[in-house]
């Protein structure tokens, strides 16, 4: 289990799930309008995605230590390709609704066996290298999984057939590569919102919002394409770019914000990702200069979220680093399943561009809350920030774990004892 083709071995099964979940949700955004649903149902049935994930990690971990990684595994991908096929024959809001929710609950449990199994692959040496590997797989595969909604008719079953295909065949992998020995889980301890928002109130207000951007971005972006009237090529692209994005500009925001004081990085990125969602407001509708504007914007928003987790983890207490990174995943799902269901009823009123302007607002209110702080309270010293975190937009607590410095503050506590 720790040699390194199984770590590969692992990484492709990962990335054949992202690709089937990629092509899913562009899918469904599309069929929705062509159904019929109106933007405000269609901003609630995509917000039913985020409420499952956040149910998921809490009951996934309790079944890994009754029945293993291989069944739980196994159980949800099955569950999963299973809800990608019943979309196709149980069209209504309702049911998309509830189906959603069933797949947002399996993919959460399935990050959370991937995590802890490249966890428990990976040794301190490799961890940065695995968990960069990681981001590319997440967010690459489901920027691809985006684009082959291009290569068919979302209105006929095949693009449902081949999104369950991938989820059903991503469980090969990890069954060839696993052992029946079962990684460790640890189960992440708990830090209450209001002593989160004591300890890192920048973080918490900007990872909030932040979450509402990427569940605005991730669950409207298709509905916004197919009503604003955009070839399947350019839907294609208008939806995988921003991942894409995300690939492209982590690194280099990282190695500024190592650098520079961190909270002023994330000023300027969140005023930077709300002057491009403003510009992208302004251009006519179904313009091809749309679709390198939103590779900029996927790459400084999802860029925001690893920014701002980063910035609580330097101001986490020694030993209290997973506590508050696994309060901020919870944050940060909050936002995203409010994002798509206020952006919806937005869109319904005041039409698709309303789109662009509640990432305007998402983002301004980061800036805002970033500048009042700037103000009032002093930044951590520079040589007392920690590294940057790159993490996927959606992932769990043990992703966290990939990283040094939740260890780090360990040892200083153990330290001081």
């Known amino acids: 289990m720790r040699g390194g083709l199984a770590l590969w071995t692992l990484f492709l099964g990962f990335t054949m799930l992202m690709v089937g979940n990629g092509l899913n949700l562009a899918v469904l955004g599309v069929r929705m309008v062509d159904e019929g649903f109106d933007v405000r149902t269609s901003g609630v049935v995509m917000a039913c995605y985020f409420a499952g994930f956040l149910l998921g990690p ?3 971990v309790r079944w890994l230590s009754g029945v293993g990684h291989i069944r739980v595994f196994a159980s949800l991908a099955s569950v999963a390709s299973c809800v ?12 998309w609704g509830v189906l959603r929710l069933i797949f947002g609950f399996c993919m959460a449990g399935l990050y959370v066996v991937v995590e802890s199994w490249l966890n428990d692959a990976s040794t301190p040496r490799t961890r940065g290298r695995t968990l960069a590997v990681y981001m590319i797989a997440s967010m690459g595969g489901l920027g691809l999984g985006q684009l082959l909604i291009a290569t068919g008719d979302p209105n006929d079953a095949n ?16 069954a060839l590569a696993a052992t029946t020995e079962a990684p460790p889980v640890r189960v992440s301890p708990t830090m209450k919102v209001r002593e989160f928002y004591r300890t890192a109130p920048t973080g918490m207000v900007g990872i909030f919002f932040t979450g509402a951007s990427h569940g605005v971005l991730f ?9 604003a009237g955009f070839s399947p090529g350019m839907t294609a692209a208008f939806l995988a770019l921003p991942s894409l994005g995300a690939l492209a500009f982590q690194w280099p925001v990282g190695w500024a914000s190592d650098r520079l004081p961190r909270r002023g990085v994330i000023f300027v990125v969140a005023v930077a990702a709300g002057l491009m969602a403003a ?40 030993g209290s680093a997973m506590g508050a990174s696994g309060t901020s ?8 399943v409010l994002g798509p269901i206020i952006a919806g009823a937005i869109m319904a009123s005041f039409g698709e561009t309303s789109f662009f302007w509640c990432l305007v607002v998402t983002h301004g209110l980061i800036a805002a809350y970033v500048a009042y702080r700037l103000v009032t309270e002093d930044a951590v010293p520079l040589n007392l920030q920690g590294p940057f975190v790159p993490v996927p937009a959606r992932a769990t607590d043990f992703a966290i774990r990939l990283t040094s410095r939740p260890l780090r503050a360990s040892r200083e506590r153990l330290r001081k004892q």
């Open 58 to 60: 809490v009951l996934v």
């Open 84 to 95: 990608v096929l019943v979309h196709f024959v149980w069209v209504n809001p309702f049911s």
């Open 159 to 174: 693009l449902f057939v081949v999104a369950s295909i991938l989820v059903s065949m991503s469980f090969v992998p990890f």
């Open 219 to 227: 669950g409207l972006s298709a509905v916004y394409a197919t009503r």
């Open 279 to 318: 510009l992208l407001a302004l251009i006519p509708e179904g313009s091809s200069v749309a679709l390198p504007m939103m590779f900029v914007l996927g790459g400084l928003t999802f860029s925001l979220y690893s920014l701002l987790l980063s910035h609580t983890l330097d101001r986490a207490a020694p």
């Open 329 to 336: 995943l919870r944050v940060n799902g909050t936002g995203a």
